[in-house]
């Protein structure tokens, strides 16, 4: 629309749009207010928006992920505000946390050294994803309700994933931002209904998916609505065997130009061993990544899930002022609540 566009010409446009089942997104920056347009292309054709009042032009996005698209947010980055928090843009988000919530004293001195260290959110699942259907799967409910308390406690954020859209309205009960795992990345019945509930999503790349599938997998979650999509590198799947997965360090300012949305890493999984996390993180600020999350127990030795990457949560505080004077490098801030 052109800058000088009123609201009721922005409204008849989107009227138009739906006049012929269309869906009409509406992105409002500063300056401009800019309608994404998702529908069958003859139809949207034929209503010849060029013409109508308030249009500055009409432009066709090539590439098949729209709302995700640099081009729909012409170029600006995505900025979202989570629980107070920032992301995207100069704000990093720092999040930490155990990877499986394991018990009250377990996740509550995790929480107080991640308050101690400055973290934006707090991580921990209830519901784990795992190769072997008979390993521990996570708390479940109780987790849960550990979950709750270490957010009225702490004061930070949740972050916990989602495998099942059965359990969908117990997580968002408590998480500020749904996980969605790299082994549900194309979970498409998960994502879209995600995308329902509205919550924000950190959407993990698969182990063997490309860029973009990545981001389609976030159009089908911005397609519902949900602008609050936060996109994941946790390494994926090469030749190399010597750590757990290969961090695709370069995917970051690839996916930054492809995307206006924020982009996070995940080193933990990644690396598989505590000693690379910290190098990995550094890395990931230095490329420009959004934020990292990152996972730390009390007590990695005696974890019941992914051990040998937890960083140890008391050395959280010192680990986190080095990663932030990378992403100070980077000219990002740690996210810390709106306004403070
Ligand atoms: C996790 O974050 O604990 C996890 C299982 O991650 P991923 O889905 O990336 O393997
Ligand atoms: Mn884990």
């Known amino acids: 629309m052109k800058p000088s566009a009123t609201q009721e010409e922005v409204d008849a446009v989107v009227a138009r749009i739906e ?7 509406r992105s409002t920056g500063d300056e401009v207010t800019v309608i994404g347009v998702v529908g069958d292309l003859e ?11 308030g249009v500055d032009r009409v432009m066709r996005i090539l590439k098949p992920y729209k709302l995700a698209s640099s081009q729909f947010r012409q170029d600006q980055q995505s900025v979202l505000e989570i629980a107070g928090r920032r992301i995207g843009g100069e704000h990093f988000a720092l999040i930490a946390g155990p990877c499986t919530v394991e018990s009250r004293d377990q996740l509550l001195t995790a929480a107080r050294d991640m308050v101690a260290g400055g973290a934006s959110m707090l991580r ?23 979950l709750a308390e270490a957010k009225e406690e702490s004061g930070l954020p949740i972050v916990t994933e989602l495998m099942d859209v059965r359990d969908l309205e117990a997580v968002t009960e408590v998480a500020d931002v749904i996980q969605i795992g790299a082994r549900n990345m194309q979970n498409y019945t998960l994502l879209t209904e995600v995308g329902r509930s ?8 698969g182990l063997s998916s ?6 389609m997998a ?7 609505g949900n602008e609050n999509v936060i996109l994941c590198e946790r390494g994926i799947r090469t030749f190399e065997t010597a750590y757990r997965f290969t961090l695709d360090l370069t ?20 690396a598989g061993r505590r000693v690379l996390v910290e190098p990995l993180s550094l890395a990931a600020a230095a490329v420009g990544a959004d934020g990292i999350i990152v996972e730390a127990h009390p007590n990695p030795d005696e974890a019941i899930c992914d051990g040998p990457q937890q960083i140890v949560s008391a050395d959280f505080p010192r680990f986190a002022a ?7 490098l980077a000219g990002k801030s740690i996210s810390a609540p709106a306004g403070v």
């Open 19 to 25: 006049s012929v089942d269309a869906k009409a997104h």
């Open 43 to 53: 139809h949207i054709e034929r209503l010849e928006l060029e013409g109508h009042a």
């Open 124 to 146: 921990g699942g209830a519901y784990k994803p795992r190769t072997s259907p008979y390993a521990f799967h996570g708390l479940g409910q109780e987790g849960l309700r550990l």
């Open 198 to 205: 509205g919550v924000p999503a950190i959407i993990k790349r």
């Open 210 to 215: 490309t860029i973009e599938e990545l981001l």
């Open 218 to 224: 976030a159009e089908y979650v911005l397609k519902e």
């Open 251 to 270: 995917a970051i300012p690839v996916i930054k130009e492809l995307t206006h949305l924020p982009v996070i890493v995940d080193p933990s999984h990644a």
């Open 322 to 328: 080095k990663v932030e004077l990378a992403a100070n």
